[in-house]
């Protein structure tokens, strides 16, 4: 991890994401004061699925030796599904936001993509609760609304990490953004696991 021209490096990233689950602008403001590297950047986004998988492990799932045998192709495909939205969100990010009067460059903006993946996986346990209650058969709109609840969230940190590092006041129009990126992104990740899983086969 890179250390900032200060030579603090990043040493306040712990404190900086618990405040940003909650105030993403201001924690990336202090973020961007490190001034934090394309290596950090890579390194948040790593921490980002290392917490989502740590998580993940009380997630509701099938059993069966099949099942526990496919378990690390999954975790790699899930780190290619990572760090391809990682850079395509960034990459997208950088040329859009600046060709709407936005001052950043693909570092500092691939920094917020890290940060704001790394925010959005803080939200990991209510999506383990989520499914966890589908499974159960248990309070099925209440899982339901949570698990919108938690996709708003989602978006509104990663849109407010970027908003904040092009400097747009407004973080609505950059939500619609996430959103769209999301759904997209979301499509060509789900043709990549079918097309892996029937190659397989």
Known sequence: ???????????????????????????????????????????MVLLAYLVSAVFSLVMPTPEG?????????????????????????????????????GTAWFPQVAAAVGFGFLLQAMLTPGIVLAFSLIVAQAMWAGAVLLLLGLAAWSIWLLASCIAEVHGFR???AVAGAVF??????????M????????GGR
């Open 1 to 43: 991890m890179s250390a900032g021209r200060d030579g603090n490096g990043l040493g306040p990233l712990p404190r900086l994401v618990w405040s940003g689950v909650f105030r993403p602008r201001e924690a990336m403001a202090r973020l961007m004061e490190l001034r934090p590297g394309l290596d950090a950047a890579i390194l």
């Open 65 to 101: 030796a099949e099942v526990r045998a496919s378990r690390f192709s999954l975790h790699l495909q899930g780190l290619i599904i990572e760090f391809g939205s990682f850079f395509a969100a960034a990459g997208i990010a950088t040329w859009l936001g600046r060709a709407a009067g």
């Open 170 to 172: 407004s973080t609505i």
């Open 180 to 189: 769209g990126f999301a759904i997209a992104f979301g499509l060509l990740a």
């Open 191 to 198: 043709i990549f696991i079918i097309g892996s899983a029937i």
